[in-house]
Antibody, heavy 119, light 107 residues
Framework: EVQLVESGGGLVKPGGSLRLSCAAS????????MSWVRQAPGKGLEWVGR??????????DYAAPVKGRFTISRDDSKTTLYLQMNSLKTEDTAVYYC??????????WGQGTLVTVSS | DIQMTQSPSSVSASVGDRVTITCQAS??????LAWYQQKPGKAPKLLIY???SLQSGVPSRFSGSGSGTDFTLTISSLQPEDFATYYC?????????FGGGTKVEIK
């Protein structure tokens, strides 16, 4: 059974940093393309970025609002996906979901972790 | 970036009704479209991919159609568990983009 479990969310001040983790199991993580999607309170879904498998180059793509501030990485030995978030803004407040990507469709999702950016 | 416009933003319907949600892309996306269902406090769930392919385990009352820029999600006979918010997402190019969502409410 595919499982994705996010952690690392919490309260952080504007300008601060936070690293989210997504522990994966039930599939061959090293072969998977992975993605982060966020959802601000009461709002719709917003794609954050994705990382390819190392076999496919391990490259990353980001949405414009987070480019240059957020970094997606992976540790295949730990079957864990990461989202390093720097220079956080109040508008980054959201539930952050990790997902597996089948081509460009998110077919499995974690339960999400809440990030609150507030002074 | 490709903009995705969903309509309506909300719909009130009764159990057994046929419900149709539309999604329009700002440019052609070659059928690279997904539909997701999200219930309050839960993660989204993939229902349809490639515009019309049903994800494994999804009931057959859900169907998708369309091509180019105009797409439709149809629920043929609404069930109590279908009251939720539905999102379309284009998968043609990065950055991936979602529609604003359609909330299906009980009439």
């Amino acid at each position: 059974e595919v499982q994705l479990v996010e952690s690392g969310g919490g309260l952080v001040k504007p300008g601060g940093s936070l690293r989210l983790s997504c522990a994966a199991s039930g599939f061959t993580f090293s072969n998977a393309w992975m993605s982060w999607v966020r959802q601000a309170p009461g709002k719709g879904l917003e794609w954050v970025g994705r990382i390819k498998s190392k076999a496919d180059g391990g490259t990353t793509d980001y949405a414009a609002p987070v480019k240059g501030r957020f970094t997606i990485s992976r540790d295949d030995s730990k079957t864990t996906l990461y989202l390093q978030m720097n220079s956080l803004k109040t508008e980054d407040t959201a539930v952050y979901y990790c997902s597996t990507l089948n081509v460009a469709y998110s077919n499995y999702w974690g339960q999400g972790t809440l990030v609150t950016v507030s002074s | 970036d490709i903009q995705m416009t969903q309509s309506p933003s909300s719909v009130s319907a009764s159990v057994g009704d046929r419900v149709t949600i539309t999604c329009q892309a700002s440019q052609g996306i070659n059928g690279w479209l997904a539909w997701y269902q999200q219930k309050p406090g839960k993660a989204p769930k993939l229902l349809i991919y490639a515009a019309s392919s049903l994800q494994s385990g999804v009931p057959s009352r859900f169907s998708g159609s369309g091509s180019g820029t105009d797409f439709t999600l149809t629920i043929s006979s609404l069930q109590p568990e279908d009251f939720a918010t539905y999102y379309c997402q284009q998968a043609n190019s990065f950055p991936l983009t979602f529609g604003g969502g359609t909330k299906v409410e009980i009439k």
